[in-house]
């Protein structure tokens, strides 16, 4: 292949629904980026009804991106031959990229990889990659299996994404990269334009975005802000994320919602539910992430340029972002939760400090021109 740029190129990006989580974040971003700097057209495809589209349609409106098509799902099939259905349908849906005349594939999450990769080909996509994104499942059939043949390039957006893919396909180490996310925060927001959050009067905010899905440990938090608040009532708990009900990310809402009432938290606990994180974090003092597994979590990068302390799971993502020997680091315990919350509410200056260092740490090495040089260099590799 000759040598790929992305310059005046034509890109389809290929999603699994219109929701607007830290992947969707990631893909709209970069199409606005390619359409604005590289003079690219970018067709954005989606193939899930999303339950909650209203947070990603407005941010398609904010970045200008217009093109947006929905699709039946290629990998959906029922009855007999479903693995024959199945690939006529990916080859179907191959021939309507045609009419874009696509340079490029993007996908984002293993379901659209598999769809991706079966049928760039056929698009006439002069490339594609499995583009692992962190919490995700696998279908464990034929249909993956040959994406997985077909695949030439496979990148994970963090180390434990990249050793998950090389163990679970048994890759070798030369087919598989570890690309870095990029900041999707071009400017701060500083309106504090939320009425839920603007009652809250004279009180720190400890704040968690993220959605109510079963691999998201909020209520390790609500668990760990509990004991907190025995001891501290100048601090306010607030959640944002909305609520999933697939078969695949089914919800923790309900035990979220069990610790809340059996503590009689009603009153210290906001949860808000469609709201965008540049609306919220104006309000937040700082940022916590407890979670069973993530890639590189988009909602860190937002709380760091932010100029915000963090608190977060010691997944391998997360120590990319925010360096190895990052003190708020944490296993999934209650205890360890609220020995670090209490710490940095009881010492500002440590508080300012890590809050001005995460901040300069995510200007200087997440920069989207990084993120598009590296991802040229991996495809022409």
Not at 22 to 30: N, P, R, S
């Amino acid at each position: 292949m000759k040598e790929f740029n992305f310059e005046n190129k034509n890109i389809i990006i290929l999603l699994k629904s219109f929701a607007l989580g830290g992947a969707e974040k990631q893909a709209l971003f970069l199409a606005s980026y390619l359409q604005k700097n590289y003079n690219c057209t970018v067709n954005i495809y989606s193939y899930i009804k999303s339950n909650h589209p209203e947070l990603f349609f407005k941010e398609c409106e904010l970045l200008q991106i217009k093109n947006l098509h929905f699709v039946q799902n290629p990998l959906s099939a029922a009855g007999n031959f479903n693995y024959i259905k199945r690939r006529i349908k990916i080859l179907l849906f191959g021939l309507k990229l045609r009419k874009h005349r696509p340079d490029i594939i993007i996908p984002y999450l293993n379901p659209p990889s598999i769809i991706a990769n079966i049928s760039y080909k056929i698009a006439g996509a002069k490339t594609t990659f499995w583009h692992h994104r962190g919490p995700d499942y696998y279908r464990n059939d034929s249909i993956e299996a040959v994406a997985v043949k077909k695949t030439k390039k496979f990148i994970a957006n963090s180390p434990d994404g990249k050793a998950e893919l090389i163990d679970r396909f048994n890759l070798s180490k030369n087919d598989s990269f570890f690309l870095p996310n990029f900041s999707t925060v071009s400017s701060i927001n500083s309106l504090k334009n939320i009425p839920e959050l603007n009652r809250i009067k004279g009180k720190r905010i400890i704040g968690m975005i993220g959605h109510f899905r079963q691999e998201k440990l909020q209520s390790i938090l609500v668990e760990s802000f509990m004991k907190l608040i025995k001891e501290n009532t100048g601090i306010h708990l607030v959640l944002v994320g909305n609520i999933d009900q697939n078969k695949q990310e089914k919800s923790n809402f309900s035990d979220v919602i069990r610790i809340i009432e059996e503590n009689n938290l009603e009153e210290n606990v906001t949860i808000l539910h469609n709201k965008s994180a540049k609306d919220v974090l104006p309000y937040f003092d700082f940022g916590v992430l407890v979670s069973k597994k993530e890639g590189m979590p988009n909602v860190i990068m937002e709380y760091m340029s932010y100029n915000l302390a963090v608190i977060c799971t010691n997944h391998e993502g997360c120590k990319s972002l925010l360096g190895d020997k990052y003190p708020y680091l944490i296993n999934n315990s209650v205890d360890e939760l609220t020995e670090k919350m209490e710490f940095l509410l009881n010492n500002e200056k440590e508080f300012n400090s890590i809050g001005q260092k995460n901040k300069n740490r995510i200007e200087k090495n997440f920069s989207i021109e990084k993120y598009i040089e590296n991802l040229t260099t991996i495809i022409n590799s």
